[in-house]
């Protein structure tokens, strides 16, 4: 179940970024609809890929030193 919530908060989290960082470059590519361009697919590839590495092991970090405070509680 942690390993879900990690990964849909950072598919949600990475695609809020990915859009302002393509915004920035002025890069507009989409899969579905734009012809097919091997160079844009790799670059929207590599980017999402490495903003949601990092956010990824951050979120897994956020949960399980949560998890860990919350079953210390009840000791001590």
């Known amino acids: 179940m ?3 919530i990690a990964i849909v908060v950072t598919i949600i989290v ?5 859009e302002q960082v393509y915004e920035k470059m002025n890069f507009h ?3 579905f609809e734009d012809r097919f361009s ?3 697919l790799l670059i929207d590839f590599g980017l999402y890929f490495i903003i949601a590495t990092p956010i990824y092991m951050i979120i897994r970090m956020f949960i399980s030193k ?11």
């Open 29 to 31: 590519y989409n899969g």
């Open 38 to 40: 091997l160079n844009s």
């Open 14 to 18: 990475t695609n809020r970024i990915t």
């Open 2 to 4: 942690k390993d879900f």
């Open 66 to 76: 949560g998890h860990s405070l919350l079953n210390n509680r009840g000791t001590g």
